[in-house]
């Protein structure tokens, strides 16, 4: 099954915007998901501080600074016949 993870912190109306983005293309397709409070971790801060929200699919840095429900739903797709992720 495909994972994503999901890298966000408190009061980033960027992340806000990014959950329910992730949100509708789960209410249509499966998939595990994992939400991470950069803020919590000293190591993950300093590499995804600036950058959140930051949505990797199986591993992969899909997105970062938002997620676009059209293009979440277009890779998806795209991994479930070829198998791949990618950046954005």
């Given at each position: 099954m495909t994972k994503l993870t999901f890298y966000?912190?408190?009061?980033?109306c960027l992340?806000?915007?990014a959950l329910v983005a992730i949100e509708r293309v789960r209410s249509g397709r499966e998939f595990e998901f994992e939400?991470?409070?950069v803020s919590t971790d000293r190591e993950l801060t300093e590499r995804y501080?600036?950058?959140v929200p930051v949505?990797?699919?199986?591993?992969a840095k899909?997105?970062?600074l938002g997620v676009d429900q059209r293009e979440l739903e277009q890779r998806l797709a795209e991994m479930a016949t070829?198998?791949?992720a990618g950046v954005a």
């Open positions: 966000t912190k408190p009061d980033c992340c806000d915007e939400k991470i409070d501080g600036e950058l949505l990797e699919i199986d591993g899909a997105f970062e070829s198998g791949t």
